[in-house]
Nanobody, 125 residues
């Protein structure tokens, strides 16, 4: 059974940093593209960034480009989302998602088959 578990959320002041983790179990981690998404209160879920497992390429939404970075620790089956210079608009529940298409480098939610339960990030002004 594919499972994704996010952690690392919390409350941070604007301008601060957080690192989210997404631990994967039950699947061949190397063969799955990973995406990060978020959903703010009253808003639709949106893509944040994703990483291809073919060559490690990353893609980020314009709203987070230059501030967020995705990395992977294959030994730990864990994907990280390093978030710097956080803004109140970054407040949301953050989800990781996995898809058994290693070359996927898109933030199309419908393409991701497996989702974690989410972790709350709150950025205070």
């Amino acid at each position: 059974e594919v499972q994704l578990v996010e952690s690392g959320g919390g409350l941070v002041q604007a301008g601060g940093s957080l690192t989210l983790s997404c631990a994967g179990t039950g699947f061949a981690f190397d063969d799955y593209a990973i995406g990060w998404f978020r959903q703010a209160p009253g808003k639709e879920r949106e893509g944040v960034g994703c990483i291809s497992r073919l060559d490690g390429s990353t893609y980020y939404a314009n709203s987070v480009k230059g501030r967020f970075t995705i990395s992977i620790d294959n030994a730990k089956n864990t994907v990280y989302l390093q978030m710097n210079n956080l803004k109140p608009d970054d407040t949301a529940v953050y989800y990781c998602a996995a898809e058994p298409t290693p070359g996927l480098l898109r933030l199309w939610m419908s393409r991701y088959s497996f989702w974690g339960q989410g972790t709350q990030v709150t950025v205070a002004a």
